[in-house]
T-cell receptor, first 113, second 118 residues
């Protein structure tokens, strides 16, 4: 069945350090992997995404890597800032007949000033 | 950008009543809309997928007679929670996508509706 595992569930880093969140998906036909940031009580905001035809994508302090063979993808945030504190969700587009995203369980990132 | 709104942003109702939540795409036509439920400190769980003009596709374990979804136009989808009970209390979020299957079309999320059933 469709499943996305996400680790760690909580992550605390010092301001300026890097943070890495990892996800594993089960559907080998998945071809699109977005990452969302959600602040308390707010909507998820897309921060970066990657498609299956590339292995890495970077946008300023944020990068995502994808290993299709291992069915792993990771979010890397460098030079973390207190405003990066939020819950981060990875997702995988289920390779079926619908544009259906399967979400990971979320990572609560706390950046300590 | 693409803007999705939801109404109401929060609602409190008595057990046994029905509640309707609206999801609108304000500046684009949404071929597909999705409804998610999010319990506190948990992930987004897809409830159903709806395409304009056709019946919604419900995820396993979601009661279609309890959660009625209507996608009557390319800019509006509604979710009606019928005979709501306290266990239905949750954060309901919709999203909208311009495209159809497989292309990885971005989903734009609404701000969510906090439902509390007393």
């Amino acid at each position: 069945g469709e499943n996305v595992e996400q680790h760690p569930s909580t992550l605390s880093v010092q301001e300026g350090d890097s943070a890495v969140i990892k996800c594993t998906y089960s559907d080998s036909a998945s071809n699109y992997f977005p990452w969302y940031k959600q602040e308390l009580g707010k909507r998820p905001q897309l921060i970066i995404d990657i498609r299956s035809n590339v292995g890495e994508k970077k946008d300023q302090r944020i990068a995502v890597t994808l290993n299709k063979t291992a069915k792993h993808f990771s979010l890397h945030i460098t030079e973390t800032q207190p405003e990066d504190s939020a819950v981060y969700f990875c997702a995988s587009l289920y390779g079926g007949a619908t544009n259906k995203l399967i979400f990971g369980t979320g990572t609560l990132l706390a950046v300590q000033p | 950008g693409a803007v999705v709104s939801q109404h109401p942003s929060w609602v409190i109702c008595k057990s046994g009543t029905s509640v309707k939540i609206e999801c609108r795409s304000l500046d684009f036509q949404a071929t597909t809309m999705f409804w998610y439920r999010q319990f506190p400190k948990q992930s987004l769980m897809l409830m159903a997928t709806s395409n304009e003009g056709s019946k919604a596709t419900y995820e396993q374990g979601v009661e279609k007679d309890k959660f009625l979804i209507n996608h009557a136009s390319l800019t509006l989808s509604t979710l009606t929670v019928t005979s709501a009970h306290p266990e239905d209390s949750s954060f309901y979020i919709c999203s909208a996508s311009r495209g159809l299957a497989g292309a990885g079309n971005e989903q734009f999320f609404g701000p969510g509706t906090r439902l509390t059933v007393l």
